[in-house]
């Protein structure tokens, strides 16, 4: 099965390198992942030991639940940066990369293939799709809005970050159609569509005065409106203050809790006209019935065991959610029996009362309940909800924690019901890996692994079964379906 899914990406290159518009850029070298780093012999005895015991799997050796099946990995094609963020339309999964973008054909989710690779380098390439248009995230300071431009010092003027637009009505070949600058460049962002209209929330932070395009204070959101029928003609119509009191301004008690300065990530869930966003101190409940003026109904804090507030998730009803501590910044190894369950993982959080007086309630946490190497960068990351009727449950990136199935159907008792891990990359250094996210769409589990590549697993639990009937048309995990 390898073999040909080697050969099935060596045939998609073949037809990408021609067929990528914008392509003609050299991948850059600043958005590559960071040398290993070295750990201490002691950290590296100790991973030698679990591995021996069989408490963990030796390097890269596969390891799942009896009830996922591992169904293909296609690796790394001409786009060797790291890979970021997923999305779906049809028969077709778009993949980010800090390179650019892949597009992948899942029609046979057991043998995808790739029908276009386009090298557009700005980290990270977060990538989202609506109808025929295809959105991009670059927060890394660029010469120019182009897929040419190179790595400009931040403190440039004329430096430039932003959001991409593509059109991919021709999935062979997407075309690059425009770009927004936007303060403090884009990190993540999120759509909020209408027939008329996609509106795009943009996510960043960590400003500083020396930077020309990010000036402080950074207390919102970008919005982005981009005409369906004219997206060149995008921009953004306002920067809504999310935190008027500047939002938490961290704690020299508590120095792992982080100031806020903006947000990571924000999930919409557009029947609901909810929002929530994890913005580094702060987890935010947002009403979004008009989409140019969202507004903060609730807030909650949680200096104790959070350290940066990084994604959520919604569960059907919207009578729950789900926000992600990402400990270490994705870089650290806090999967570990030293850093506990606490740290570094789900805050489960319950909705309760109605309209603007909506609160959320905290019931518990969740951390996958395998521990991982010294070695090996492991915390919570971007999930989506698998659709099984009368349940809760979701799959979720852990880096190289791999990816868990969970159940958090009772808010207080949430626990693991399936799971899928490679052992570490280096079982003497730290190096960055691991599935950046894994999402559930049409019957199956797809997984943008950073180092390893593109991986398609399948679920066989009585538990989800009832997922397997549903059938999306598209899926951005940041703006959540009404699976109903």
């Not at 119509?237 to 301004?249: K, N, S, T």
């Not at 990351?381 to 009772?410: C, E």
Request: charged share 25%; hydrophobic share 30%.
């Amino acid at each position: 099965m390898r073999r040909g899914a080697a050969a099935a990406v060596a045939l998609g290159l073949l037809a990408a390198l021609f067929s990528a518009g914008p392509a003609a850029a050299v991948p850059d070298p600043g958005d590559v992942p960071k040398a290993p780093k070295k750990v201490s012999e002691r950290d590296r005895a100790q991973t030698e030991e679990a591995i021996r015991k069989g408490e963990i799997p030796g390097q890269d050796e596969i390891v799942h639940s009896s009830n996922i099946s591992h169904l293909t990995n296609l690796p790394k094609g001409a786009l060797q940066g790291t890979n970021s963020d997923l999305a779906f339309q049809g028969k077709y999964a778009f993949a980010g990369n800090y390179d650019g973008f892949t597009v992948y054909d899942v029609s046979r989710p057991k043998t995808p293939k790739v029908v276009s690779q386009v090298l557009c380098p700005g980290s990270q390439n977060d990538i989202s799709v609506s109808g025929n248009l295809l959105f991009l995230s670059t927060d890394s300071s660029r010469s120019d809005d182009s897929c040419q431009s190179t790595r400009a010092p931040a403190t440039e003027k004329g430096s430039w970050e932003g959001m991409k637009i593509f059109d991919i009505s021709n999935k062979h070949k997407p075309k690059y159609v425009s770009a927004v600058e936007t303060a403090c460049g884009s990190h993540t962002h999120t759509l909020v569509p209408d027939r008329k209209n996609v509106y795009v929330y943009v996510s960043s932070y960590s400003p500083d005065a020396t930077f020309p395009d990010c000036q402080p204070p950074h207390d919102g959101i970008s919005i982005v409106k981009v005409p369906r029928a004219k997206p060149q003609k995008a921009g953004v119509i306002d920067f809504p203050v999310l935190f008027p009191d500047g939002g938490f301004p961290g704690d020299p008690d508590k120095p792992n809790a982080s100031e806020t300065t903006g947000c990571h990530d924000i999930t919409a869930y557009p029947k609901l006209k909810l929002a929530a966003g994890a913005c580094m101190g702060d987890g935010i409940l947002m009403d979004v019935r008009n989409p140019e003026k969202p507004r903060v109904i609730d807030r909650v804090e949680d200096t104790e065991n959070f350290a940066f507030w990084h994604s959520a998730t919604f569960n059907r009803r919207g009578d729950k959610v789900i926000f992600t501590d990402e400990l270490g910044g994705g870089g650290a190894p806090t999967c570990n029996a030293e850093t506990g369950d606490q740290k570094g993982a789900d805050g489960i959080y319950d909705i309760t009362g109605k309209g603007d007086k909506r609160k959320m309630e905290f019931k518990s946490y969740f951390k996958i309940p395998r521990h991982q190497a010294d070695t090996e960068n492991c915390v919570a990351h971007n999930g989506s909800l698998i659709p099984a009727k009368g349940r809760d449950i979701m799959v979720q990136a852990w880096y190289q924690g791999g990816i868990s199935v969970w159940d958090f159907t009772n808010s207080k008792k949430p626990r693991e019901i399936g799971y899928f891990e490679r052992g570490p990359i280096s079982e003497t250094s730290l190096v960055g890996g691991g599935s950046w996210s894994a999402y559930y769409y049409n019957g199956h589990i797809y997984s943008n692994d950073m180092a390893k590549g593109f991986d398609v697993l399948r679920i066989d639990d009585r538990r989800t079964d009832s997922a397997k009937r549903v059938r999306m048309g598209e899926l951005n995990a940041q703006t959540q379906p009404d699976y109903r």
